[in-house]
């Protein structure tokens, strides 16, 4: 396997904020890398120290092999793409995606020719001679990825490329943006504070927390494995049973966690059978939200859980009508997963 990029010990300090610190990260090459994390917690600033935009205050940058730390942007075999597209309006699409070749002084037949594969690249071959205005926030967004890979970089950084983009939007772009990364092989660095996002896009997820990588690794290991409390919280809901009541209700030592979508809620009280865990309390809330109904449940054994259930038959005159009812919460215990501290 060969490495991408290869950060050592950056750090980035503005004045008296430490924006990014102590961060190690190899990202493969062909590889899809999402940066986490919640808003501040220095992902931006990450991905501007790798295009060469910001200059770190200590540590290295090597692109496929090469100390890149002093080399200047436009030097730097990597391309950026953000979220605000940032498209000449005057220029129509094709003259927009060729417009980085021109300035390379690549001749004419060979950049139209480009131009119009990164434009058929991104399901746009027949918008070349729109405006940008004559476009939807998706087509110019994807103009913008066609600019981008025009250049054919090693490497692309996309900045919260779909947080302008309404929800459905978002979510097809999400799924063209995964086929149209592993159809090209380039390595993609990609940020977003969506945990969703990243979960369904990236083969490999860092989760920042206060400008340290919290945590790095598959969407399943991120999920399943969080190695500590704050990941665990910021991907996906944290449901933690603090040491005292993992042992009075577990009977294991440590802080653990069990996902909402493996918890059952069960009316009244309810024996376990097998290798099924049993936590009797009260139903507090109630949130239905269309698909799925969210019960937040007082454990009488002290912490609080919260229970996703499909409502494939529920209805939700009938989920408004469990609230303050005692029920028993049920899980298989392989779901029980334990998280660092
Ligand atoms: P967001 O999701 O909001 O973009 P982020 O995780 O990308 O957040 P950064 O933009 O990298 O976070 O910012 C990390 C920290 O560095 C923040 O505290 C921010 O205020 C600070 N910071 C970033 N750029 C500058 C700057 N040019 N001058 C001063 N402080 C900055």
């Known amino acids: 396997m060969s490495i991408a990029i290869r950060l050592r010990q950056l750090r980035k300090t503005f004045g008296d904020v430490v924006a990014v610190?102590?961060?190690?990260?190899?990202?493969?090459?062909?590889?899809?890398?999402?940066?986490?994390?919640?808003?501040?917690?220095?992902?931006?600033?990450?991905?501007?120290?790798?295009?060469?935009?910001?200059?770190?205050t200590s540590g290295t940058i090597?692109?496929?092999?090469?100390?890149?730390?002093?080399?200047?942007?436009?030097?730097?075999?990597?391309?950026?793409?953000?979220?605000d597209y940032a498209l000449?309006?005057?220029?129509?699409?094709?003259?927009?995606?060729?417009?980085?070749?021109?300035?390379?002084?690549?001749?004419?037949?060979?950049?139209?020719q480009r131009?119009?594969?990164?434009?058929?690249?991104?399901?746009?071959?027949?918008?070349?001679s729109r405006k940008p205005s004559q476009l939807s926030g998706g087509q110019r967004q994807r103009v913008a990825l066609a600019r981008a890979l025009v250049n054919r970089?090693?490497?692309?950084?996309?900045?919260?490329?779909?947080?302008?983009?309404?929800?459905?939007?978002?979510?097809?772009?999400?799924?063209?943006?995964?086929?149209?990364?592993?159809?090209?092989?380039?390595?993609?660095?990609?940020?977003?504070?969506?945990?969703?996002?990243?979960?369904?896009?990236?083969?490999?997820?860092?989760?920042?927390?206060?400008?340290?990588?919290a945590q790095i690794g598959t969407p399943v290991e991120i999920y399943e494995h969080p190695q500590t409390p704050f990941v665990a919280g910021f991907v996906g809901v944290s449901n933690l049973l603090e040491a005292g009541v993992a042992a009075t209700l577990l009977g294991r030592q440590g802080l653990w966690s069990v996902r909402p979508e493996k918890i059952r809620v069960m009316l009244g009280s309810v024996s376990p059978e097998g290798n099924e865990r049993?936590?009797?309390?009260?139903?507090?809330?109630?949130v239905y939200v269309g698909m799925s109904t969210r019960f937040i449940v007082d454990l009488d054994a002290g912490a609080t859980l919260i229970a996703v259930q499909q409502n494939s038959h529920a209805t939700s005159s009938e989920v408004n009508a469990m609230r303050g009812q005692r029920v028993t919460l049920m899980w298989n215990t392989e779901h029980e997963i334990p998280v660092g501290s």
């Open 21 to 56: 610190d102590s961060v190690d990260l190899d990202v493969a090459d062909g590889e899809f890398l999402t940066l986490l994390g919640p808003s501040g917690s220095g992902k931006t600033t990450v991905l501007r120290m790798i295009a060469g935009f910001e200059q770190p």
């Open 62 to 83: 090597e692109l496929a092999g090469v100390d890149v730390t002093e080399v200047p942007p436009y030097n730097r075999d990597v391309n950026t793409v953000f979220q």
């Open 88 to 112: 000449f309006p005057h220029m129509d699409v094709l003259s927009n995606v060729e417009y980085g070749l021109k300035v390379k002084k690549v001749p004419k037949a060979e950049r139209r």
């Open 115 to 128: 131009a119009e594969e990164a434009l058929a690249s991104v399901r746009l071959a027949d918008y070349g």
């Open 153 to 213: 970089p090693r490497v692309l950084l996309l900045d919260e490329p779909l947080g302008a983009l309404d929800l459905k939007l978002r979510e097809q772009m999400q799924v063209e943006l995964k086929e149209l990364q592993r159809a090209v092989g380039i390595t993609f660095v990609f940020v977003t504070h969506d945990q969703e996002e990243a979960l369904t896009m990236s083969d490999r997820i860092a989760v920042f927390d206060a400008g340290r990588i």
């Open 278 to 286: 049993a936590a009797a309390g009260v139903i507090r809330e109630v």
